[in-house]
């Protein structure tokens, strides 16, 4: 199994935590952000840090589901999946302070106002901000 550099993770605590904000010194318990396994830290000279799943203490099963994995060309990728991906990597190009916001989970179809974690999932992976939001993917009964 083969997945993407990841440099953001949970914490202990649940907090999304981004490789530029450790050391090589940083220690502690980091998750996948997608599938929840145990992920180690690796640094790099050049590329700073980066997380690579612990897969000796990972479960298989959440691992062939985990969003950063790279799926092979010959199975295609849903229209879920992609905005999933989507919506991780743009979250990996600028993580965002917490903040109360006007958010929609994917997942749900739901618009939220609030910190970012969508009150029927639980789950914050797969809100985005209303105005990052594409007007395509709203459902008709939220769009202005
Ligand atoms: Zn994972
Ligand atoms: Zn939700």
Known sequence: MQFRT?????????????TRDLTPRSRGRWYCRSCNNPLRLHWTHDCGGYFE????ESEERGLKHCAYRVISQDK??????????????????HATEPSK???FCVLCQR???????????RQHIYSTEMKDLDPLARPVTFAK
Do not use: W
């Not at 799943?53 to 000796?56: A, N, Q, T």
């Not at 618009?111 to 999932?121: A, K, S, W």
């Open 111 to 121: 618009e939220y106002y609030g910190l970012r974690c969508c009150p029927v999932c």
């Open 76 to 93: 295609p990728v849903s229209a879920f999946d992609q905005a999933v991906n989507a919506l991780m990597e743009r979250d990996d190009a």
């Open 53 to 56: 799943h612990d897969l000796e």
């Open 101 to 103: 916001k006007d958010y």
């Open 6 to 18: 990841i440099r953001t993770a949970l914490d202990h605590e649940g907090e999304v935590i981004h």
